[in-house]
């Protein structure tokens, strides 16, 4: 029987567990980034928001708040010049993951945006939950 299993978990404390690590890893990962003064809280935010969660302390504000942040940096990175369309249009959606270092800046670009919508994603599904057990407790 898996541990969290034992321990009578819920789904979404595993979801928000696992997600917390994910992302108190990705912030660790940025210290080498060009802009980690910008990933790391972004990164970190989430963590904790998902850390609370697994705790049963849910802040609907928060998360849309994060998400709003996330969303507009996300509509930024696919429309600015070397991001995702360009990546899709003038570079026909080249591999990102060919190398870990990205030496072509829609590479970078590209993949931030797809750690935004990890976020936006992550964000949304605490965010209903939150809502659910609030209809569910009036």
């Given at each position: 029987?898996?541990?969290?299993?034992?321990?009578?978990?819920?789904?979404?404390?595993?979801?928000?567990?696992?997600?917390?690590?994910?992302?108190?890893?990705?912030?660790?990962?940025?210290?080498?980034?060009?802009?980690?003064?910008?990933?790391?809280?972004?990164?970190?935010?989430?963590?904790?928001?998902?850390?609370?969660?697994?705790?049963?302390?849910?802040?609907?504000?928060?998360?849309?708040?994060?998400?709003?942040?996330?969303?507009?940096?996300?509509?930024?990175l696919f429309f600015t010049k070397n991001g995702v369309l360009d990546w899709a249009t003038e570079h026909h959606a080249e591999n990102l993951v060919q190398t870990m270092k990205a030496?072509?800046?829609?590479?970078?670009?590209?993949?931030?945006?797809?750690?935004?919508?990890?976020?936006?994603?992550?964000?949304?599904?605490?965010?209903?939950?939150?809502?659910?057990?609030?209809?569910?407790?009036?």
């Open positions: 029987m898996p541990y969290f299993t034992r321990l009578n978990y819920s789904p979404m404390k595993i979801f928000n567990i696992i997600f917390c690590v994910i992302f108190i890893l990705f912030a660790a990962l940025q210290y080498n980034d060009p802009d980690p003064y910008i990933w790391i809280p972004i990164y970190l935010y989430a963590a904790v928001l998902c850390w609370l969660a697994f705790k049963n302390s849910y802040f609907p504000k928060a998360y849309l708040a994060g998400i709003a942040v996330y969303v507009l940096y996300a509509i930024f030496e072509k800046p829609w590479v970078e670009d590209t993949r931030e945006f797809g750690g935004l919508l990890i976020l936006i994603i992550v964000l949304l599904v605490d965010y209903t939950h939150s809502k659910r057990k609030v209809l569910r407790t009036s």
